[in-house]
């Protein structure tokens, strides 16, 4: 099952921290736009440092896949590589991409995503619940069948967030709620050896006490965090995501690894010096968020 | 302005309904899958003869971006094409790929659906809501800079759909309608010389008397009504999602007009046939459709 896997990478490289691969054309260092490649594969060649840079840290990369659509076609076909790149590389992937509809729509998403027979064949699929748990379970029955995980947004990490996710249904629960308790249902069916299931939820590092109270309602589940970092989420913040054995969350951060080399003036523009900046910026994140759990999960149980 | 080009088409063809580009494999005729072509380019085939079909019939269509992405990279150039065909015969673009994101993410998505200078470059884009109003305002933005046209998620046809939609927020507003009040204000800068704003909604027609609530809302934003025929929204239901002068909704059908071929005994299994089986069930829609707007509209300006 993909959530053993997947905390056999964090117990292995003590790191519950993965990586975005979150392509910002801007951002990328020069060099590797001036190499005479086309853009797509100019984001290939930076995005295949970025694991390299990274594959003995994080269990899993996050490939976000709104930044590989903006080159149309061909930036799908790098997302792929770049799917199977990581996977050579031994590292699981976290394919970001929101993904929504229902019926058959949402069954060709979830084919196209997360099969295995499928073009980009990765580990977990984020899906967004607006319209409902009937939209939500195509994507259920191709991560059952196919070994497979996800993770339902249920409260995201920007201020907007509390507009839909603190909102009361029909039944007089929080939409937040009722989502944790479909995720926690759903996941039943999915559990592995270690006790958690391969059907988790995001839930964003900026609001701790909601962290906390849906860390109650989903024990079992993973939770993707995104926003560290950058979206203002810190280490200390983000402890209350995790069950006391130190698992139960992955804590994503994009722009604090990738593009920390804009903020330094000694960065010398080369790839060799890059590839350094983001090791160190996913070293750095891992020694941040274990010393946190070491600190406050009792039974850490790597 | 782009909704003024909709109502353009519209009432030159007298006729509020598009047709959706939802390419399912096995209910494609085999006379498309059994040509030597690679499935994307049989696809692309397929969708040359049914907008053909349909391009002196309906003002635009609806290429559904989930059944494209099942063919990974190659799926996703042929949807480019698919736009491109479509616009070159003159019909607009609805391209509902139920994006959704926050901040730069959401920027990419806008950007490669429809940005001018995008890979899509799509007239209108279908956005889903979940992560609240920042995140559909990057989507609104570059509608705004492009003159291009966005259908929000407000109220959609599958029975799920009452447990998100039906919510109250903690205002108290129903999500529905606080939904509906925000299209309707980002609609006040968009709007065109015909009255209407680019900025719609997706209400569907299973639900007529919520959408009769929600046309007082959004009095001069258009609503993308999906679920004609094969959701079982009929012509009657869909009535009361339009105004008075027969505008302010496109209504869609996909499975209606795309595959009614394997319902006719009669079908001889050829593309000429196809084509005209297409066509045939467009104008029926077509007929059946206005034919209800001219008994409930008593000023129908087409």
Same mark, same amino acid.
């Given at each position: 099952?993909?959530?053993?896997?997947?905390? /056999?990478?964090?117990?292995?490289?003590?790191?519950?921290?993965?990586?975005?691969?979150?392509?910002?054309?801007?951002?990328?260092?020069?060099?590797?736009?001036?190499?005479? *490649?086309?853009? +797509?594969?100019?984001?290939?060649?930076?995005?295949?440092?970025?694991?390299?840079?990274?594959? =003995?840290?994080? +269990?899993?990369?996050?490939?976000?896949?709104?930044?590989?659509? %903006?080159?149309?076609?061909? &930036?799908? @076909? #790098?997302?792929?590589?770049?799917?199977?790149?990581?996977?050579?590389?031994?590292? $699981?992937? %976290?394919? =970001?991409?929101?993904?929504?509809?229902?019926?058959?729509?949402?069954?060709?998403? /979830?084919?196209?995503? *997360?099969?295995?027979?499928?073009?980009?064949?990765?580990?977990?699929?984020?899906?967004?619940?607006?319209?409902?748990?009937?939209?939500?379970?195509?994507?259920?029955?191709?991560?059952?069948? =196919? &070994?497979?995980?996800?993770?339902?947004?249920?409260?995201?990490?920007? +201020?907007?967030?509390?507009?839909?996710?603190?909102?009361?249904?029909?039944?007089?629960?929080?939409?937040?709620?009722?989502? /944790?308790?479909? %995720?926690?249902?759903? &996941?039943?069916?999915?559990?592995?050896?270690?006790?958690?299931?391969?059907?988790?939820?995001? #839930?964003?590092?900026?609001?701790?006490?909601?962290?906390?109270?849906?860390?109650?309602? !989903?024990?079992?589940?993973?939770? $993707? #965090?995104? &926003?560290?970092?950058?979206?203002?989420?810190?280490?200390? =913040?983000?402890?209350?995501?995790?069950?006391?054995?130190?698992?139960?969350?992955?804590?994503?951060?994009?722009?604090? #690894? $990738?593009?920390?080399?804009?903020?330094?003036? /000694?960065?010398?523009?080369? @790839?060799? !010096?890059?590839?350094?900046?983001?090791?160190?910026?996913?070293?750095?994140?891992?020694?941040?968020?274990?010393?946190?759990?070491?600190?406050?999960?009792?039974?850490?149980?790597?």
């Amino acid at each position: 099952m993909v959530i053993d896997k997947l905390i /056999a990478q964090i117990k292995a490289k003590q790191n519950p921290c993965i990586v975005g691969i979150d392509p910002e054309w801007s951002k990328i260092p020069e060099c590797y736009q001036s190499e005479g *490649l086309s853009s +797509p594969n100019a984001i290939l060649q930076w995005a295949r440092d970025v694991i390299d840079a990274v594959a =003995d840290i994080v +269990p899993a990369i996050k490939p976000q896949m709104g930044f590989f659509e %903006v080159f149309g076609a061909e &930036g799908v @076909r #790098v997302h792929q590589e770049v799917v199977r790149y990581a996977h050579n590389k031994g590292l $699981l992937v %976290v394919d =970001d991409s929101k993904r929504n509809d229902i019926g058959n729509t949402a069954r060709a998403y /979830a084919y196209a995503h *997360l099969a295995k027979a499928g073009p980009i064949n990765a580990d977990f699929l984020t899906v967004s619940p607006f319209l409902g748990t009937d939209s939500i379970q195509p994507f259920v029955d191709v991560a059952l069948r =196919d &070994g497979k995980g996800l993770f339902v947004l249920v409260k995201t990490s920007n +201020p907007s967030s509390v507009e839909i996710s603190e909102a009361t249904n029909i039944h007089g629960e929080r939409i937040r709620d009722w989502l /944790a308790n479909y %995720v926690h249902t759903a &996941g039943r069916h999915c559990t592995g050896q270690a006790g958690y299931a391969s059907i988790g939820a995001v #839930v964003g590092a900026t609001f701790p006490q909601e962290a906390k109270q849906l860390r109650e309602i !989903m024990k079992n589940n993973f939770f $993707l #965090v995104p &926003g560290f970092g950058a979206q203002g989420g810190s280490a200390k =913040d983000i402890v209350d995501c995790f069950n006391d054995d130190g698992l139960g969350a992955i804590v994503s951060s994009s722009r604090g #690894v $990738l593009y920390h080399h804009l903020e330094l003036t /000694a960065y010398d523009g080369s @790839r060799e !010096m890059y590839r350094q900046i983001v090791k160190k910026q996913a070293q750095e994140m891992q020694t941040s968020v274990y010393d946190a759990l070491r600190l406050s999960c009792s039974r850490l149980s790597y």
